[in-house]
């Protein structure tokens, strides 16, 4: 009994770890395949672009909350900036080992202390939301990458430029972004002609 509850102890205090093994990720991936739909269109774009009240209203909070200098940057920025934390780490070990150990990975690569990835993170990538959950796609000592299954990839990654039509494709051409834009430069645009007009007047009139 009393073993049992040293077992238990260990196990919830994090003291006892299992091995980790990397059999599982040294699966070949197919690279050639379809992109994922969570990393094609992810569902944070997915809620952000759709045209309702509720993300027009925080589009038009968002603005106001950045010009009076109130609100830093978005979610998904903060979680590239976490991806870029595992791009490097992958460098890394490319660096120290010369090849990857393994093809692909997930969060239980990443945060397991004794995955041999976990020495090369340094500092270690934080999860932006609870939604965040960090994959890959492909070779990722090549023309693979690093995503997050809520918030996708770097919209400046190579990856993403490289398939930027694909992106470009998944997603609607007219979001909740693009008609805030619009209502806000809308005004400016109408106020262009009568300016012209008044000052073609004023020309003629002399
Ligand atoms: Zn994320």
Redesign the pocket.
Known sequence: MLRLLVFLFCCLSGVCQADFTLEPYQTQVASNSELPAELLY?E?FRRTDKISLKNLVGEFRSRFEFFVGLVGEP??R???K??ARINKGIERMLASESRLPFNYIDDALIYNQSSPFFEYLRPVPL???D????RSFGDLAGSGTVY?????TDFSSRFYLEHQREFDAARPAFTAFDLVELLIFLPTLLIIPVIWLVLKKAILNK
């Not at 939604?131 to 960090?134: G, L, P, T, V």
């Open positions: 992810p944070y979610a998904f903060s979680c590239f976490m991806q999860k932006t939301t939604d965040c959950s960090f997050c299954a809520y918030h996708g």
